[in-house]
């Protein structure tokens, strides 16, 4: 079976099987989105939607947030890890905002991995969630999941990136992303794939079963 054709079924199998597919992160606008999944780094969707109400309360927009006292993010967010460096970022992400975009998020891949501490993981969540564009959004469960199908032989997440737009559909490549992570999360989690119980067996190369 050719790639195309396994991530065809793939995605057709993930779309019965999580016909919802939304990101788990809680946020109103773009602005919120970008904040949260930046937040989110080496921490829990969980423990961001924790945190970014009260955040937002205070800073809901980027001008607030570019005007913010740093040791009051710090405060905030300091649930969340890495809270010093995060607070940095989130500071200049709206200062960002605020003087080079009018205030608005930016609507590309390219101009959003300008913003502090922005990777393309984050820029395609912001471009696929909230702008419609065709995403490739390479968390761990994604590459995790893609490797074993045998879509990409490689855990560098540009690269999956780059492979994984050629074999998936543009208007099915953003929602598949976020089924990959429930995938990932309730049937092929990294320390123990439940293979026998797994929509996706018939066309594993790494199946256990």
Known sequence: ???????DLAVK????LYPDAICSLIYTDAFQLLIATRLSAQCTDKRVNMVTPALFA???DAVSMANAKL??????????????TKAKDLIGIGKAITENYGG??????????K?????????????GDIFGKPAVVTDTHFIRICNRLGLVDSTNPLTVETQMRKLLPPDKSND????????????????????ENCVLKDICPKKKV
């Open 176 to 195: 598949f992303c976020h089924r990959t992570v429930l995938f990932g999360r309730d049937v092929c989690t990294a320390r123990k794939p439940d293979c």
């Open 71 to 84: 040791e009051r993010v710090e405060e905030l967010i300091k649930t969340c890890g890495l809270y010093k």
């Open 115 to 127: 913003l502090p501490g922005v990777g393309r993981k984050t820029a395609n969540l912001v471009c």
């Open 58 to 60: 205070e800073f809901p």
């Open 13 to 16: 199998r993930l779309e019965e």
């Open 104 to 113: 608005k998020v930016p609507d590309t891949i390219e101009e959003l991995t």
């Open 1 to 7: 079976m050719r790639k195309r054709e396994r991530a």
